[in-house]
């Protein structure tokens, strides 16, 4: 009991990004930018440590609780367990984004929403997407078209039929560009949707979790600035 009391009172080692060679475990599921982002910052000021970047496990909470992940991103409202803490995130905003020429563009309404199929992506968490809630109550159930597991191959689908998908900004930014979409007005109104990040009160005082933490939240707000930008241009040029 002592040497435990000991432990929790000692102050913490000093971190030195430069001389880690640490490895650092990050659960989000979104946002290929904010990763590439994070890696390119700790190969700068921290070049011997590493960068685990893994999908949302279903059971994230003891996850994070147990260690097995440092940090990881949530969305939605749900309540934290006791023993974890968090950090909010600036909301998602959706938007829906098709192919470059595709036939709902020309009479984009509710009709083009439930003719043409969509693309879910399934994330592995309880959270029922925004998405869903608002179609059902205003342009009607949207047809899942496919249902996928990764949201890196969202654009290369859009890109290639006549699917639709309402994601958000922070996720389909740099695809969009990169694959030549175009972002079309939801048509259902979609409130701004909750995003945090958290981690174990247990670690939250360690120097090198500390470190990254404040890295990854940084890289996530940028990105998400970037990102509005991005398909707001995209949007008003529509």
């Known amino acids: 009991i002592l040497s435990s009391i000991k432990r929790v009172l000692e102050l913490p080692e000093p971190f030195d990004p430069a001389a880690s060679q640490r490895t650092f475990r990050i659960a989000c599921p979104i ?19 590493s960068v685990v970047w893994l999908s949302t496990p279903r059971e994230v909470y003891a996850a994070v609780s147990e260690g097995m992940s440092d940090m990881a991103h949530l969305g939605g409202e749900r309540s934290l367990p006791d023993g974890l803490e968090e ?7 959706f938007v829906s984004f ?22 879910q992506v399934a994330i592995g968490n309880e959270v ?14 949207r047809k899942i078209g496919a249902l996928i597991s ?18 958000p900004s922070m996720i389909m930014a740099w695809d ?12 259902s109104p979609i409130p701004p949707f909750r995003a945090r990040f958290f981690w174990s009160s247990r670690t939250a005082k360690d120097p090198a979790l500390v470190w990254i933490r404040d890295l990854v939240l940084s890289a996530y707000r940028r990105a998400h600035e970037e990102a509005e930008a991005i398909v707001r241009s995209g949007l008003n040029a529509s």
């Not at 020309?106 to 929403?113: H, Q, R, T, V, Y």
């Not at 990764?150 to 994601?167: K, R």
């Open 150 to 167: 990764e949201f890196a191959a969202v654009a290369p689908l859009l890109a290639g039929s006549d699917m639709i998908a309402t994601l």
């Open 31 to 49: 946002a290929a930018q904010v990763l590439c982002n994070v890696v390119n910052q700790v190969g700068r000021e921290a070049p011997n440590a």
């Open 128 to 141: 029922r997407s925004p998405v869903d809630v608002a179609g059902s109550n205003a342009s009607g159930e």
């Open 176 to 187: 969009m560009q990169k694959y030549g979409l175009r972002p079309v007005p939801s048509l």
């Open 87 to 93: 950090a909010e995130m600036p909301a998602l905003n």
């Open 98 to 119: 098709v192919r470059e020429g595709h036939p709902a563009i020309a009479d984009w309404g509710p009709e083009a929403w439930q003719h043409f199929g969509h693309v």
